[in-house]
């Protein structure tokens, strides 16, 4: 029995022992597990920035990442850091996207989180300096291989060499691959609403911006991998189309017969309005001409159609000239979507009388939207209403861009608000964006206008800008160089180029001035800058002739001019990324700006090939740098599309 109760101390011992041993793998286990963890996040950051990494499982401390076409490597950076700053400072409160900057004089990319990551553990009681944040930063950042070496400045900055090896397979998967993002995982459905000019009514130069600022953003949108609706949401329906039905009836009585000459529109609608006013009688037949047609009586409907047909060929000449490609939905197309959704909002009690008028209300807006007017009509925000339901319910839509007049702002901000007070809008699946822009002025900085103050007739704002894209070109003597076909292209290449890269070269939301003389400067930041840059990149290439190159050679990049346009060009899929938050396409136009300057620069410093003083024969190729111009070209190439810019191969 003694023997039994002498072992019991070395019993509980044991135990003890077994429970430490326990505790400590238990320890062990959950710093596993939070590792684990914090991998595992680390894996979805990556993933979330398009970015694979191919050796999740076996080897943590090397991050390997995938090279494609579309690599971001700001996200790549941005992911990195934040990952560390949760590993470093797992109690801070989520400190949101790390500061990561990219060109630095110092290095290649620069983090400074150190100094707000400070302050919060200031606030927490805790002093640490800035370099001492920064040197833990860099202990659980962790090994990448984009990343060539980290150090830390005094300051507590944190500066970032990329690899040249890796950017340089980067760019050789580009040259041999195209500048193509790879199929999305998660593609939505966008709608972009843009364009939307107004029948009998001249298209503007407010509608320009909405047509090049919308075709862009569709561009980036499908370049990327999205399924894009483009979506032209004319005004077509409503009262003022009584007055040009009775106006037609009346002066071309035979119209169901033969087609009316009523080429001046605009002249026929001022015609109308006049009438309208001043004449009681057609005013009366007017409205009874609206009541017929939303009845959908054949025969104002075809008078209807009639009047649509002029005004569409109208805009379809703009368009084939911009190259825009655009889906017709109008005002009309939701005349039955308009009575139910007037129906369902009344149902569920959101409308008010005013004075007759049905007026809806949002909890936070200061102004009502007007559903149905006094008359029983309804309005622009009847059919913004209704698009906006048939857009989400029936297109099954993801985002819905508005690409409008910033004039407009109000009305779709309250729309949105009483689209989401209606249930009709849930922002959590559907996200609506409004993309609004400024007033086009001309050179005296006031609104856009011809010297005898009317609008200006889109149509011969183009032709003057063919015109004098013409006689940039002959002022040059290209007229003498280039063959009658050349200078065809050359001439709509740099007129329409111009005109859109003048209005996406500003931040959308100021005014702009309107000046030819400014847009075909061929020194500044203008379209036929970067067309004669990117024309010049594609003769180096095509003057090699047959001393054409080996794809296979490496990528030149040891140069610090390669070494700088590397990093430029890589910047491509961070700026696109960009544009789809903020929808500013200005982004883009810096980015090429950049490219083609920083080509300039490195051309200027790099022998791409040598010639003979003797014969100007070529005696020398530097391959690695010719396969950086043909990379270079390709990124100038696709970015230029995205704009809407046509390139030609000589000019
Ligand atoms: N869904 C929309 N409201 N799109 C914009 C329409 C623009 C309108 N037609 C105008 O000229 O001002």
């Known amino acids: 029995m003694d023997a039994i109760l002498d072992t019991i101390p070395q019993l509980i011992k044991d135990i003890e022992q077994l429970e430490d041993f326990k505790t400590e793998k238990e320890n062990e286990r959950q710093l596993l597990e939070s590792q684990n963890q914090k991998l595992r996040y680390r894996l979805k950051l990556l993933k979330e920035a398009g970015v694979e990494v191919s050796n999740e499982e076996s080897n943590m401390d090397l991050l390997n990442i995938e090279e494609h076409a579309m690599i971001n490597l700001h996200s790549v950076l941005i992911n990195l850091f934040s990952n560390a700053i949760k590993t470093a400072y797992p109690t801070l409160e989520d400190i949101g996207q790390p500061a990561v900057s990219a060109g630095s004089k110092f290095a290649d990319y620069q983090c400074n989180a150190s100094m707000q990551i400070c302050k919060l553990l200031k606030a927490k009681g805790e002093n640490v300096s800035p370099n001492v944040v920064a040197k833990k930063l860099v202990e659980c950042l962790g090994q990448c291989d984009i990343i060539e070496k980290v150090d830390v400045s005094g300051q507590g900055f944190i500066n970032v060499w990329l690899s040249r090896d890796k950017l340089r397979k980067i760019l050789h998967y580009v040259l ?18 843009f364009s939307s000019p107004n029948v009998a009514k001249e298209m503007h130069v407010g509608h320009l911006r909405s047509t090049i600022i919308g075709e862009s953003l569709c561009r980036v949108f499908e370049f990327i991998g999205h399924d894009v609706l483009r979506l032209n949401h004319i005004g077509d329906w409503g009262t003022q189309f009584g007055m040009l039905i009775a106006l037609l009836q009346d002066k071309f009585p035979d119209y169901k017969t033969v087609s009316p000459p009523i080429n001046d529109l605009q002249q026929f609608y001022k015609q109308s309005k006049v009438l309208f006013d001043s004449d009681l009688e057609f005013k009366k037949r007017a409205y009874d001409c609206v009541v017929k047609l939303q009845s959908m009586s054949p025969d104002h409907v075809q008078a ?24 017709e939905r109008g005002e009309s197309f939701y005349q039955s979507r308009m009575e139910n959704v007037v129906k369902e909002l009344e149902n569920k ?43 989400i319910e029936e297109e099954k839509a993801d985002r819905i861009i508005y690409v409008v007049d910033a004039g407009q702002s109000v009305h779709f901000e309250i729309l949105k608000k009483c689209a989401i007070h209606a249930g009709i809008l849930d922002p959590s699946k559907v996200r609506m964006d409004f993309v609004g822009f400024g007033v086009v002025l001309g050179e005296d900085k006031k609104k856009f206008k011809t010297r005898s103050g009317d609008t200006v007739r889109l149509v011969s704002l183009l032709d003057e800008g063919i015109k004098r894209a013409r006689d940039k070109l002959v002022e040059k003597g290209r007229d003498k160089v280039l063959t009658d076909e050349e200078l065809k292209l050359a001439e709509t290449a740099v007129a329409y180029g111009c005109i859109k890269y003048a209005d996406l070269c500003h931040n959308r939301s100021h005014d702009y001035v309107f000046s030819f003389d400014k847009m075909l400067d061929d020194k500044g930041n203008t379209a036929v800058y970067l067309l004669y840059a990117l024309t010049r990149i594609r003769s180096i290439i095509n003057n090699l002739g047959t001393h054409t190159q080996d794809l296979n050679e490496p990528i030149s990049l040891d140069h610090d001019k390669e070494w700088k346009l590397a990093k430029s060009l890589l910047r491509f899929s961070e700026v696109l990324l960009k544009i789809t938050e903020d929808f500013c396409l200005h982004h883009l136009c810096e980015y090429l700006y950049d490219v083609a300057t920083t080509f300039n620069e490195f051309y200027d410093n790099c022998y791409c090939i040598e010639k003979s003083p003797q014969t100007g024969e070529i005696v020398k190729v530097y391959t690695g740098r010719i396969l950086l111009c043909k990379v270079t070209a390709e990124y100038m190439d696709t970015g230029l599309n995205i704009l809407g810019i046509n390139t030609v191969s000589r000019m």
């Open 304 to 327: 209807w159609k009639l009047i649509c047909d002029v005004s569409r060929k109208e805009f379809q000449k703009i368009y084939e000239r911009l190259n825009v490609s655009i889906i």
């Open 349 to 391: 009690g959101f409308l008010e009388n005013d004075d007759g008028r049905k007026i809806m209300w949002s909890p936070d807006s200061s102004i009502p939207l007007t559903i149905v007017k006094s008359d029983g009509g309804f309005t622009y925000d009847t059919s913004d209403m209704a698009a906006l339901k048939q857009r």
């Open 176 to 193: 041999e691959h195209k500048l193509m993002p790879k199929p999305l995982s998660n593609r939505e459905k966008v709608i972009i609403d």
